[in-house]
Structures are given as C-alpha cells and as structure tokens.
C-alpha cells in the first residue's frame, strides 16, 4: 500500500566541498532508499539544502578575509553540483540562509517561547576580552570531561560523541586568540530537556527498541541514563538568525537549533513550488518520517530535535534514524583540515562518468554498524571483480549475442527447461528479498542480492552456453536468449536506486522506453514477461570498465602526498631559548655511558628502570622512555647521560641523572649518543 514518506538527508554543513564520507554515511544510502521509496509507488519528499550558519563559518570567513556570506555563496554551489553530480535526487535542495528558513525557525522559537517551553537564564559564559565575543561551539577548545580528549568543542566532543555545553570543558582556550577565557553574564534561552526526559524514555527506548539501529539506540540509551540537562539554544553571534524576542538583540538562535528547522522550510519552499501542502509532510500521522544521518548527528537528530518538535505540539516524530558510522580512509580518519580525503570534485576528474563505481563501492563497504575502511585497492577490486565481471560481462553477453543473432530482436522461446523455469522463479523472488533489505535500512545487504541476481544471470549463460547451441540448435538457443533477456531486464529496473545512471544506459540499450508498460519494481515479481519477443534492442555500449593497478597506484601516490604535506605543517621547531654563558654550560656534566639492564616500571606506561655504567658509577636512571623501547631492546646501547641533575624519585624509584633523547618525524623517541662505539664510558662531553 502506498504510503507519504518525509525522508532527510543531513544538512552538510558549508564551509568546504563534501567527500566520501558524506556520500557514504548519509546521501547514496538516503538517495537508495528515496528512489527505491518512489519506484515501489510511494509519495515521497526527498529533503535537503546547506547548513550555512554557526561558528566554524564565521571563523573560515575570518581567516581568508571575506564575509561568512561568501563563504557560504561558496561552497552551496559545489556541494549543490556535486549532489547533481552523483544523481541524488533531492525533490529540494535549499539553504539555511534562505528568506522561507529564516522565518520558520524564528516563528518555531516564537511558538516555544510563547508556549513557556523555554527557561531564560543569565549565567556565566565564557568569554574572550582581547576578541571582544564570548566563546560557544567551535569558538572554543578543551579537555572533554567524560574521555578526556584534549581537543574537544564547545559544543560537542568529536571523541566520545558527548553533546557538551562550553562551560563543561576543562582547561578551556579560545580559537580565535587561544587566551584562556573568563567568565562573563549574558542573558540566554535554555531547552530544558531534562523535562523531556520521560517522554523521549517512552517514544525511544521503549517504542525503538526494535526497529532502531542498535548504534543508534545505544548512543541515546546512554546520554538519557547520563541524565539530560538544559541546553542554551540562542548564542552571542551576529552570524544566524536573529532571536525573535524582547531582549534578544545582537543574538542568533543556536545553528543546531535553526538547522532541523531546515527540513521543515526546505519542504515548504518544495510543497510551495509543487503545488503541495506541506504539512501534509510534517504533520500527519500518516506520514513516515526519516532521518539519514552521520553518528555525530544523533543527539541533535534524536534528542534536541524531537525535544523541540514535541514541544511545539503539532509535529509528527521520526519513525526512524539509520545513522551511520564513520568511514575511514586507507586506515586513517577522514579530515578535511588535514586533506585527507576523496573529495567528490576530484574524483570526477579522475574517474569520469563513474559515479556509479564511487556509489556502489560505498554501498557495498558502508560503515553500517561499525565504522569502516575505504581503500584504493577494495574499490578496484568491487569495480573489476563485481561490476565488471559480474554484472558488465553479463549484460554485454546478452546485448551482444541478441545484436549478432538475431540483429537485436528478441527471439520467440519454445518450451522452457527446468533449469529456465528454476531462473525465471529466483528472478521474481529479488524484489522482495532486496525490498526486505532496504526497508531494515541494510543497504549493504541490499546491493549483494542485487549482485548475486547479475550473478545468477551470468551462471545462467555459462551453464546453457548459447555460443555453443547456436551452432546445433536454433530452438534452444532462442530460448536461453529470450530467459537471458528477462534476467536483464529486471537488473535494469532493479539496478535504480544503487546504479541509476548504469540503469539508465541499461533501459536504453533495452528500448525499454518504447515497450507497451515498462516495468515497475512489483512488476518483476508478478509479470511473466519483462519484455516480449519481437521488441528490438539497441547496439550495446560497455556499462563499466577495468580499472588499471596504475590509476589505483596514482591515487595512492595522491594521498602520500596530502600526508606529506601535513607532517610538514605539523612540523613545529621550538625557538631558540635565552642565552646561557659558557659558565652555565659547563655546569652541565655530561658523560658516555652504557645500559647494563632494564625493566619495566611496574604499573606505568611510560617508564623504565634502567642501571647504566656511567664511568664513575652504576647507577639506577628512571626514563620515560618504555612505549618507545622494550626493555630487551635498551640493553647494551650506548647513551648520552646528564649526571650531575639533582636525585628525584619517580614512583618510589629513585632517579640519579637523566638520559639524553630526541625525536624522530614520527613522534619516536631517539638515543642521543656517540657516533662510535670506540668511547669508553665515563668520557666527558664537551
Ligand atoms: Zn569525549
């Protein structure tokens, strides 16, 4: 039965181009899952548009000196191509700083504020003098009271995933001048999601426990059984939209507040052109409502934002939220500031027209339910073993065999075998199987069955032989054609929402356009015929192509060079220190010396036990050395030691001078010592 679906794709966020990342986490699932939505006859709005609000934009435009406005102008026309690009089919693709988003989110805030859903409180902010601005978000830097991590936001720790508010980090530091703020009042608007409590228990842990992703469940189980707290939704900016209320000058609402918001004004801005009503989108119980999301996403996407959407009282809540893992590439975490990534752009210039390899390797090796790895080598080998040798080498078999025999009409079969009447049946059971896959949000799954249907069709050919047959017998042969063209037909409609523009070329080499009624998803498995005898075909043209060990090692070389690049900027060279006269230097006693045993110290990390002959003496050193040796491996070298430091005890051990080290590009610890062995120990350094 046909059903309303509001689907959502995360806003991205513009202040750069997207990557494969994006692609892989939020738009080609969500864009499988629209097509399939619409191709099974559902009525379905497909909503998104640029997240062009918050600090990180304003911090950019404040480093290349332009205006936030440029920045965004920017980056919404290239994410905007790039969607375009690689055929998601968005019904709206808008933006937070359109007029229509403007005005919802303001009118939703005036709804909260006037519904007393808000606290307004004046508390301490951090705040940075020599800027001038008080520090949220991204403006500000520190220690994540939960993990520890050292550089997590103001707003939100990428570690651990922990929704923050700025004053919770320790050792906080600004990002624009890095002082260590103080705190100053301003008024502000506060969500009290603690009084949602209740209700997001009910709705999510007892209503989703389910049919939500596990990963997904679990991050909310967790953050509700932290205990949920009053979270600021306007900020001190002057880049966002204005706080519509007495007392609200010179502050914006919140980004993760406007930004939901935006699907609800993108729909509108749809519904409006299209002649809809948009709430019908948002506000009836009939319609299913889906998120697709990043992991760093949930707590806005399943917490704060149907906080807000139950407050405002006439909204529909998601029937679901398949957020995504992270995907990581050759190993190593996607970082735009660091270059290391696939930028969508870039691949299009290196790998022309092949949207479809990009879309399926993803789909194929989705961070679904952990994070997962993109490397070089398992896309060339997804694009050759699978869509070349698998689903390429079966269509052109077909198309070429039907052009040479029967100049591209389609043969009358005779009886079918057991063997054809055991393929037809497997072609009819796809749909549902591939359905079933799609609807759990399992698009991983979905794209294999859609493989091993091309697989069952090459099998087919192998096993029947119509290169054979023809010489012996027309009859048979026509048949195994006829069956053969069937199998194809069906990849052709099946193969939509993964590969549409190889689907597309596929319709066309099958003049599928011109058949009486083409085939819709539920046809495949209810038809006989996808498509009848007498329907000619066109000439072929090859649907995919080898990819060389050369254009995989070029993009290695590529990502070599991005890793390159960022040791040589991470590279800092400490300045020199104050002068010191010969006097100072030669109160340093420095001497050659050797490790005559190790261990480790016990309960540490770090540390090391270590008796060194220093010349004078044997002495015990405690070094801080051990995650950089094993203790087997420190013995017997030759080592630089600073005897004269005074004694200090570390862990009870008492420490008599100290180790002379440095560090190699890798962060590795190095032996300072004497380039020869031919130096007895206790030789002076001078
Ligand atoms: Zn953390």
New binding site residues.
Partial sequence: MSKRYTITAALPYTNGPIHIGHLAGVYVPADIYARYMRLTGNDVAFICGSDEHGVPITIKAKKEGVTPQDIVDKYHAIIKQSFEDFGITFDNYSRTSAKIHHDTAQEFFKTLYDKNEFVEEVTEQLYDAEANQFLADRFVTGT??????EE?YGDQ??????S?NATDLINPKSAITGNVPTLKETKHWFLPLNKHEAFLREWILKGHKKDWKPNVYGQVKSWVDDGLRPRAVTRDLDWGIPVPVEGGEGKVLYVWFDAPIGYISSTKEWAAREGKNWEDYWKDDNTKLVHFIGKDNIVFHCIIFPSMLKAEGSYILPDNVPANEFLNLEGKKLSTSKNWAVWLPEYLIDFPNQQDVLRYALTANAPESKDNDFTWKDFQARNNNELVAIFGNFINRVVVLTNKYYEGVIPEPSEYSTIDEETLAAVKAYPAVISSSIERYRFREASQELMNLARLGNKYLADEEPWKTIKTDEARTKTVMFVALQIASALAVLSEPFLPFTSNKLKSILCHSELDSESQWDDISIKDILIPANHKINKGELLFSKIEDKTIEAQLEKLEASKKANEAANKVTEPQKEEITFEDFTKLDLRVGTILEAEKMPKTKKLLVLKVDTGIDTRTIVSGIAESFKPEDVVGRRVTVLVNLAPRALRGVESQGMILMTEDEGGNLVFVNPDTQNVSNGLQIS
């Fill in positions: 994540c009271p939960k993990c520890g991590n997590a720790c990428e570690n651990c995933g922990t923050l």
